[in-house]
């Protein structure tokens, strides 16, 4: 069955960098996009960005540009997201899930399998 | 960017009760809509796609319509394991897609 484990929580100072992944199993890893949904705690969802696992091409949204990262090794089945300049306000759940489209060039952003979550603390 | 708002933000219903949920997008989005139902410290998970189609798996209780900026999440049998918020999507503007804010459906 699909599955995405990713990496477990983080406790970062602001201004610091974190890292998280997210191995993906019982598909084809290349033939799915994988994105990044971040949750704030008691609040909505957020759509980060897509990393197409095939070529490695990433779109970020607007608002993390310039500070995320997402990058995928296929020897590992494993996608990355990096965040960089972390503030408080980055305190949230990041979730990656896969794009339902079959397909290594187009994707349409429903969102069939998600992570279980991984939780990003930045405090002083 | 397009802004999707939910109505209610949190509703209260009894077990076999039919509900209805809201989502109005910002601008007109064809059939460019997705739900999402989500439990306390669980991942989302996909309940219709499309506007209208039910995911693989998903009860046949759960039914979505819409278009244009009006969409509907029913629920024609509310069951314990329903109590949950539940999120629209659009997926029109890609790839800068928007979640509306959630409702909440408690007992």
């Known amino acids: 069955q699909v599955q995405l484990v990713q990496s477990g929580a983080e406790v970062k100072k602001p201004g610091a960098s974190v890292k998280v992944s997210c191995k993906a199993s019982?598909?084809?890893?290349?033939?799915?996009?994988i994105h990044w949904v971040r949750q704030a705690p008691g609040q909505g969802l957020e759509w980060m960005g897509i990393i197409n696992p095939s070529g490695g091409s990433t779109t970020y949204a607007q608002k993390f540009q310039g500070r995320v990262t997402m990058t995928r090794d296929t020897s590992t089945n494993t996608v990355y997201l990096e965040l960089s300049s972390l503030r408080s306000e980055d305190t949230a759940v990041f979730y990656c899930?896969?794009?339902?489209?079959?397909?290594?060039?187009?994707?349409?952003?429903?969102?069939?399998?998600w992570g279980q979550g991984t939780l990003v603390s930045v405090s002083s | 960017d397009i802004q999707m708002t939910q109505s209610p933000s949190s509703l209260s219903a009894s077990v076999g009760d039919r509900v209805s949920l809201t989502c109005r997008a910002s601008?007109?989005?064809?059939?460019?809509v997705n739900w999402y139902q989500q439990k306390p410290g669980k991942a989302p998970k996909i309940l219709i796609y499309?506007?209208?189609s039910l995911q693989t798996g998903v009860p046949s209780r759960f039914s979505g319509s819409g278009s244009g900026t009006d969409f509907t999440l029913s629920i024609s049998s509310l069951q314990p394991e329903d109590f949950a918020t539940y999120f629209c999507q659009q997926t029109y503007s890609s790839p800068e897609y928007t979640f509306g804010q959630g409702t909440k459906v408690e007992i």
């Open positions: 019982g598909y084809t890893f290349t033939s799915h996009h």
């Open positions: 899930a896969r794009d339902k489209e079959n397909s290594s060039t187009f994707f349409y952003g429903d969102l069939d399998s």
């Open positions: 499309a506007a209208s």
């Open positions: 601008q007109s989005i064809d059939n460019y």
